[in-house]
């Protein structure tokens, strides 16, 4: 009814709006053989029409047809008046001159859709790249200032990004550090999350010494997510020696050489031990994980009974010192709440707690269904019964079935494994070996020295725990250095 409509239609204007909402039919419809043919009908009728230039160009640039795409754009951009309607076909003109390595016409494109759609954040950082490539710096660097100062809303979180690369250009070609730490700073106020600002502002504060400060918070906000990264290790490594702190500098080395992350430079002389203690605890960090760990600790000799059947092997390691912290580890483990409790499946422990908690929040219900439970309500003593019942009076349920089963397990590990390094003199490695063994259940290979580990490490839950732990304790060191 539309195209019979619109060829009826006498006035051009019309005619073109009336062939524009028949090709959005048809394009619904997924025919864009319809739809094209009635697009070129309304740019026909009416060739001031931006709307049905841009659809008509983004059909046939989804078709893979680059050069009548062009030819397309190039022909709209004739006809159409400039401004916000004219900015996508410059933009989609920009991108197919750069493929075609037309690089000037590239950039008068990004610039037409940047200048005509003050919020086209992708045209000018594509202009400012392609003019960076050209060895332009300085004007790379102008494009993007001219797109902030014009932008409508300079809180915009889409900018983030352009501060971001306004940073790159100004700290590294054209070497402004003090400008660089400002762009920097205004991509994370724009966007909390934009790591690589975070990572690159950090960098830039070390060389900046009364600002030393805001560089290790920040280095302890990447150590937090990423306790394997290695150039922040380095700027503890850094940030220690220029505030006399040997001690800090020298465990953040063992950190790097026990990841295989540090040089063969680093690696000379570098201490393979943790000279501090780590203290992991318990208590755990969540007071309803910390519950549940009291609670397996006082039926330790009851679930020792009940659990007897769990498999009890230990994990094969490749060589002695990793096997000997392997055995260490789930012997402290067992020590902290019940023998062969962490090694139970998470929906099993889950179910275990629960079936206990069940005991005494609902005594008949269907929450004790855990096939160990029976025989721990009968091993049960008076005077035990009572303790246990005060710890799970203090929860719920709800509580134990929401609690993070698996990241339980992890802190429980993660535990052991920082006692094990406290008790055995700081050596690291052997223990990080120890758990990627624990945690893919297969002995591995042996450890060729110094072979990288930061990429297992940083996959493994237990493993970021652990290292969290200990960098967040050099952070705490250096910041109550003077």
Not at 11 to 29: D, V
Not at 155 to 168: K, M, Y
Request: hydrophobic content about 40%.
């Amino acid at each position: 009814a539309l195209e019979r409509w619109t060829r009826e239609c006498e006035q051009p204007e019309r005619r073109a709006l009336a062939a524009l909402r028949a090709a959005e039919h048809a394009i619904a419809l997924e025919d864009p053989i319809r739809a094209r043919r009635n697009l070129e009908l309304s740019t026909r009728s009416d060739p001031r029409l931006a709307p049905a230039w841009a659809l008509l160009c983004q059909l046939v640039g989804e078709r893979g047809n680059e050069r009548e795409c062009r030819r397309l754009c190039n022909e709209a951009l004739a006809a159409i008046e400039p401004g916000p309607d004219a900015s996508p076909i410059s933009l989609r003109a920009a991108r197919l001159a750069e493929i075609a390595g037309e690089h000037e016409a590239a950039i008068r494109h990004y610039s037409e859709a940047a200048r005509w759609d003050p919020r086209c954040t992708e045209a000018v950082l594509c202009e400012s790249r392609l003019i960076r490539m050209a060895g332009d710096w300085r004007q790379a660097d102008s494009v993007l200032a001219r797109f902030l100062e014009s932008h409508p809303d300079p809180d915009s979180p889409t900018l983030a990004q352009v501060h971001l690369e306004r940073g790159r250009l100004l700290a590294g070609p054209l070497e402004e550090c003090d400008r660089a730490i400002e762009a920097y700073e205004r991509a994370l106020e724009l966007q909390s999350d934009l790591g690589v600002a975070r990572t690159a502002l950090a960098g830039l504060l070390l060389h900046v010494p009364n600002r030393w400060r805001e560089a290790l918070a920040l280095h302890r906000e990447i150590l937090a997510a990423s306790p394997t990264t290695a150039g922040s290790l380095r700027a503890l490594i850094q940030l220690a020696e220029a505030r006399r702190q040997p001690d800090v500098a020298n465990d953040a080395r063992a950190v790097l050489c026990a990841l295989g992350q540090a040089s063969r430079f680093e690696a000379e002389g570098a201490p393979h031990a943790l000279r501090i203690p780590i203290q992991p605890g318990p208590p755990m960090a969540d007071p309803e994980a910390e519950r549940l760990r009291r609670l397996a600790h006082q039926l330790t000799d009851e679930l020792s009974g009940v659990l007897a059947d769990v498999a009890a092997t230990t994990p094969g390691a490749p060589d002695d010192r990793t096997q000997e912290s392997i055995e260490r580890i789930l012997q402290i483990e067992d020590e902290l709440s019940a023998p062969h409790l962490n090694r139970l499946d998470v929906e099993e422990r889950a179910s275990l707690f629960l079936g206990i908690a069940a005991l005494f929040l609902d005594p008949g219900g269907n929450g004790g269904d855990s096939r160990f439970c029976e025989a721990l309500d009968r091993s049960l003593g008076r005077w035990n019964r009572r303790k246990v019942r005060r710890i799970v009076e203090e929860t719920t349920l709800h509580s134990i079935e929401n609690l993070d089963h698996a990241g339980w397990g992890e802190e429980l590990r993660a535990i052991a494994a920082a006692q094990a390094i406290d008790r055995t003199g700081g050596d690291l490695r052997p223990v990080l070996l120890a758990l990627l063994v624990l945690e893919n259940g297969e002995p591995g290979q042996p450890d060729p020295d110094g072979a990288e580990l930061g990429t297992l490490a940083s996959t493994s839950g237990t493993l970021c725990r652990l290292l969290r732990k200990i960098t967040a304790i050099l952070c705490d060191r250096l910041e109550r250095s003077h």
